[in-house]
């Protein structure tokens, strides 16, 4: 028997699957296209009466420890259901479904009013106001530590996708499935559906030399190291990286700075993306670009030739002051708003055309329904939660360098064109050519 999508109330304002799943927090969802002649689709709408253009065109999918959840949204609602380990009976109760539903509501932090936050950031910060009616709904997911940890060793001197297809490959080499392709509809034939391993799967030192093998190179001795790292010093590893939520800012950051291949903006990375520091942002020479042309910022005395715990600390402290508790909510909009792949998001088909023959698309405050390329999403220089008496103020919703860890551009990706700009430059190149910015 097939499970049955639930669904509940939320505006594409508060989560929008398509920017939050690709702008490089997590790397294991996949997108399933779907065919709008889909059977399946019945199991979408809880009424008989739903306008059919409002009908999910895509399903999103991540494969946890006993289910592979699967996720839909429409402008207004997420839909979800989820397929249970083939080891196990089908647990197909409501109950079952329920845990789906608190691990969403945990995972996508959605206790948190992010349409109030996008409120007090305008207010605050003009520069957030004009880019916020284009990138509604962009969140920071509060993800699983280790693999937090993980995929972020993995993000060195890398781009999203190439971290994407490591992150996967170690999932199939050192996780045994949890479903196959014959439990999920729409999975291309003998695909399987893996979790993500613990500390003890990677620990052996065997893993090293496989990580090699599968095209990991320098991060394959990083990981291993650590998963040994933690296993030699904690009964429980996975425990161990969860109660780092307890700590202070300060103190979490020493903790996994102490972890093989974690510097400063990668330990910056996980502390806001699964520690629960909503205040920290992960800084590195493209969020300093960022900072110095769309926010005027000036370092205070010479300027270093690359990125020192100075330039660091300043660049931080700026965007923290001005966003607030929630700055590195706030700089993962601005992050996404500025990666390339992002030019197009949430944009009309109609665009004006500029003096120096660029396209820019006129901007549009409607709910963003564009498709995100799935193709190579550069990250630039980076891809970028304590339990909850410790996690920051939050606003509820109403309704219930060892090494440096930048990222850079992928070998042979294409040349920039001017519809390839990043946000900052093409606000560049407007003010050179005296248009409105």
Same mark, same amino acid.
């Given at each position: 028997?097939?499970?049955?999508?639930?669904?509940?109330? $939320?505006?594409?304002?508060?989560?929008? &699957?398509?920017?939050?799943?690709?702008?490089?927090?997590?790397?294991? *969802?996949?997108?399933?296209?779907?065919?709008?002649?889909?059977?399946?689709?019945?199991?979408?709408?809880?009424?008989?009466?739903?306008?059919?253009?409002?009908?999910?065109?895509?399903? *999103?999918?991540?494969?946890?420890?006993?289910?592979?959840?699967?996720?839909?949204?429409?402008?207004?609602?997420?839909?979800?259901?989820?397929?249970?380990?083939?080891?196990?009976?089908?647990?197909?109760?409501?109950?079952?479904?329920?845990?789906? &539903?608190?691990?969403?509501?945990?995972?996508?932090?959605?206790?948190?009013?992010?349409?109030? $936050?996008?409120?007090?950031?305008?207010?605050?910060?003009?520069?957030?106001?004009?880019?916020?009616?284009?990138?509604?709904?962009?969140?920071?997911?509060?993800?699983?530590?280790?693999?937090?940890?993980?995929?972020?060793?993995?993000?060195?001197?890398?781009?999203?996708?190439?971290?994407?297809?490591?992150?996967?490959?170690?999932?199939?080499?050192?996780?045994?499935?949890?479903?196959?392709?014959?439990? $999920?509809?729409?999975?291309? &034939?003998?695909?399987?559906?893996?979790?993500?391993?613990?500390?003890?799967?990677?620990?052996?030192?065997?893993?090293?030399?496989?990580?090699?093998?599968?095209?990991?190179?320098?991060?394959?001795?990083?990981?291993?190291?650590?998963?040994?790292?933690?296993?030699?010093?904690?009964?429980?590893?996975?425990?161990?990286?969860?109660? @780092?939520?307890?700590?202070?800012?300060?103190?979490?950051?020493?903790?996994?700075?102490?972890?093989?291949?974690?510097?400063?903006?990668?330990?910056?990375?996980?502390?806001?993306?699964?520690?629960?520091?909503?205040?920290?942002?992960?800084?590195?020479?493209?969020?300093?670009?960022?900072?110095?042309?769309?926010?005027?910022?000036?370092?205070?005395?010479?300027?270093?030739?690359?990125?020192?715990?100075? $330039?660091?600390?300043?660049?931080?402290?700026?965007?923290?002051?001005? *966003?607030?508790?929630?700055?590195?909510?706030?700089?993962?909009? @601005?992050?996404?708003?500025?990666?390339?792949?992002?030019?197009?998001?949430?944009?009309?088909?109609?665009?004006?055309?500029?003096?120096?023959?660029?396209?820019?698309?006129?901007?549009?405050?409607?709910?963003?329904?564009?498709?995100?390329?799935?193709?190579?999403?550069?990250?630039?220089?980076?891809?970028?939660?304590?339990?909850?008496?410790?996690?920051?103020?939050?606003?509820?919703?109403?309704?219930? &360098?060892?090494?440096?860890?930048?990222?850079?551009?992928?070998?042979?990706?294409?040349?920039?064109?001017?519809?390839?700009?990043?946000?900052?430059?093409?606000?560049?190149?407007?003010?050179?050519?005296?248009?409105?910015?």
């Amino acid at each position: 028997m097939v499970p049955i999508f639930k669904s509940i109330k $939320l505006p594409l304002a508060q989560l929008n &699957l398509k920017a939050v799943l690709k702008c490089g927090q997590s790397f294991r *969802w996949t997108m399933v296209p779907l065919d709008p002649t889909n059977q399946d689709l019945k199991h979408t709408r809880i009424d008989d009466e739903a306008n059919p253009h409002e009908l999910p065109t895509e399903e *999103w999918r991540l494969t946890l420890n006993d289910r592979v959840v699967c996720l839909r949204q429409t402008e207004n609602e997420l839909f979800y259901r989820a397929y249970f380990s083939t080891n196990a009976a089908p647990d197909l109760s409501d109950d079952a479904q329920d845990s789906t &539903l608190l691990w969403l509501r945990d995972y996508f932090q959605l206790d948190i009013d992010l349409e109030a $936050l996008y409120a007090d950031w305008s207010k605050r910060d003009a520069v957030f106001q004009k880019l916020a009616p284009r990138f509604l709904g962009i969140r920071i997911l509060r993800q699983d530590p280790w693999e937090n940890v993980v995929s972020f060793i993995c993000s060195q001197n890398n781009h999203i996708s190439r971290i994407t297809s490591m992150v996967h490959s170690l999932c199939i080499h050192f996780s045994p499935p949890v479903c196959s392709s014959s439990d $999920l509809p729409g999975s291309p &034939l003998n695909t399987a559906w893996h979790s993500f391993p613990p500390p003890k799967a990677l620990a052996d030192p065997s893993v090293e030399t496989k990580l090699r093998e599968l095209g990991f190179g320098y991060r394959a001795k990083y990981i291993q190291k650590t998963a040994t790292m933690l296993c030699e010093k904690h009964e429980d590893p996975m425990k161990a990286l969860f109660e @780092l939520r307890r700590l202070s800012t300060s103190k979490a950051r020493e903790r996994l700075l102490e972890l093989h291949g974690v510097g400063p903006k990668v330990a910056d990375c996980i502390l806001l993306m699964s520690l629960d520091k909503a205040e920290v942002v992960p800084v590195d020479t493209h969020v300093q670009q960022i900072a110095t042309k769309m926010y005027g910022f000036k370092f205070q005395g010479k300027q270093p030739k690359a990125m020192n715990p100075k $330039l660091y600390s300043e660049i931080a402290s700026k965007f923290a002051n001005t *966003w607030g508790p929630y700055a590195g909510w706030a700089h993962s909009v @601005l992050f996404t708003a500025d990666l390339k792949s992002f030019a197009n998001f949430g944009l009309n088909p109609a665009a004006a055309v500029v003096a120096d023959g660029a396209t820019l698309p006129l901007p549009s405050p409607a709910p963003i329904t564009g498709e995100i390329p799935l193709g190579e999403l550069s990250t630039s220089d980076s891809v970028k939660h304590e339990e909850s008496s410790q996690r920051p103020a939050s606003r509820r919703r109403k309704s219930k &360098l060892e090494p440096d860890s930048s990222l850079k551009i992928g070998e042979g990706e294409a040349q920039e064109t001017p519809e390839d700009l990043t946000l900052a430059e093409r606000v560049k190149r407007r003010r050179r050519a005296g248009k409105p910015v």
